[in-house]
């Protein structure tokens, strides 16, 4: 492992590779030459990409061929490497369920006793089945998880969920929710301290941009006696910023509205008499 260097290792292909290029891209860092290649050097950031399948980024983590790396939470504990999970990125969300076939009457985890369950998910289907002592078949497929009902060679599948549409166009229902997931950065716990640093500054400019998506700038214009009661609606960072406006007794207030609550603040800024107001969106947030 190279010490001025972070090595982060990406999926080359796949439904991580656009988000986890798109979060880099966000952060301002561009890759030099393309994903047809293994590896990429970052412009302007000391790092290095490597491409590989995402069932592989967590051995070559634990291995120290990449430093850190980006994938779904659910590969990474169905991996169980020596790697620790240090930051959620918030893509590439999705669930872990069980699913049977909709005319199934579901009763429940003892319904899954003595069972067939297809899975590509064998050891967090172990998991789950010990955990709730559970006794049943596992077997283990690599691809089309959700055909295998159909077909007669299981009786349920443990698979992930999105829309839930593949579900429903196998004829199959979801009864468990057993893991929620989203890509996440894993690295080394032992890293060199320099590669740790550049690590840290990589964080630090993916939480901006995550704060940043998370939060809108708000621009609104108010009387002077209304005021007090709008600069109390206003979560912001710190306090408000209040300008004068050139109509006397009018004054502009900016601040920033988090989208959890923004629709909420909205309603609440109008009723309180809050006028023009704008709503922009914010590229970076340090704080
Ligand atoms: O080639 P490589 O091994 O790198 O990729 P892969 O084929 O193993 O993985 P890929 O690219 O399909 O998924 C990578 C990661 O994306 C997964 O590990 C999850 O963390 C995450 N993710 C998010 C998903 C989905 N959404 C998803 N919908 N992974 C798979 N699916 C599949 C799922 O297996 C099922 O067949 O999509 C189908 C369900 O989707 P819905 O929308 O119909 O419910
Ligand atoms: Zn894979």
Redesign the pocket.
Known sequence: MKNDTLTLAI??S???SEGSIKLLSQCGIRIQNGRNHLKAKAIGFPLELIFL???DIPQYVEDGVAAAGIL?L??VLEKNKKVSVIHSLGF?R?RLSVAVPKHIEYQGRKSLQNKRIATSYPALLKQFLKKHAISAEIHHISGSV?VTPGLGLADAIF?????????LGNGLKEVETVLE?EAVMIARPDLPPAVESILEKLLFRIRSVQKASNNKYILLNAPKEKLDLIISLLPGIKSPTIMPLAMKGWYSLHSVVSEDDFWQVIDNLKEAGAEGILVVPIEKMIT
């Open positions: 999926q080359k796949g439904r991580l399948r995402d069932d779904g659910n590969e590439s999705c959700e698979e992930i969920v999105s829309s839930g549409g593949t579900l997931s």
